[in-house]
């Protein structure tokens, strides 16, 4: 167990739907990360918040947005889904820089129909 | 971040040790050289880290070449629940400044753990 939580584990939902996925970090850190895993792709580096601020951006599409809030759990909202949105979708959580290990949640897995 | 190269699959019979190799000749004097695996569809678990010297904690051993050009983790009695993905993974020392923060994962290897 990591320690990072996330809600929920499974989602399915329709095309051109929204939906919000929500992460715990572990107790003490400051930094959350989101992650999407789909077949084709692998495991991509979506977006980074440190302390409720943006922190750096990876591959993260227009019609994707987080947040991160003061007690330090951030939610990622994903709209106007599509199909090929469906994926694995991780939190990981961790301190600033390279000696800070990132440690992941469990994932919510997404499936768009 | 420097790219990096392993085999896609590896087979390790239960109880020997199992020894990962990457590739990362383009690796910088600032960057370390990082190992994750993933079991299945789990989140990625850390496993180890290093910049030069070599690295040892209570699930593996990390060997780094002096050169720095190549690493080899050691899971020293693979176990059945070792079989997972395995990635190797370079970053840049601190906070890159505009750049992305978060981790690149290539393919990684699959292991297997044979009984």
């Known amino acids: ?113 | 971040d420097a790219k990096t190269t392993q085999p896609p699959s590896m087979d390790c019979a239960e109880g020997r040790a199992a020894n990962l190799p990457c590739n990362h000749s383009t690796i910088s004097g600032n960057e370390y050289v990082y190992w994750y695996r993933q079991i299945h569809s789990q989140g990625p678990q850390y496993i180890i880290h290093g910049l030069k010297n070599n690295e040892t904690n209570e699930m593996a051993s990390l060997i780094i070449t002096e050169d720095r050009k190549s690493s080899t983790l050691i899971l020293p009695h693979a176990t059945l629940r070792d079989t997972a993905v395995y990635y190797c993974i370079v970053r840049v020392a601190g906070f890159s400044g505009g750049g992305a923060d978060g981790l690149t994962f290539g393919k990684g290897t699959h292991l297997i753990i044979q009984p």
Not at chain 1, 10 to 36: E, M, N
């Open chain 1, 1 to 113: 167990d990591s320690g990072v939580t996330q809600t929920p584990k499974h989602l399915i939902t329709a095309t051109g739907q929204r939906v919000t996925l929500r992460c715990s970090p572990r107790s003490g850190d400051l930094s959350v990360y989101w992650y999407q895993q789909s077949l084709d792709q692998g495991l991509q580096f979506l977006i980074q918040y440190y302390n409720g601020e943006e922190r750096a951006k990876g591959n993260i599409l227009e019609r994707f947005s987080a947040q991160q809030f003061p007690d330090l759990h951030s939610e990622l909202n994903l709209s106007s889904l599509e199909l090929g949105d469906s994926a694995l979708y991780f939190c990981a959580s961790g301190g600033i820089g390279v000696q800070e290990t990132q440690y992941f949640g469990p994932g919510t897995r997404l499936l768009v129909l």
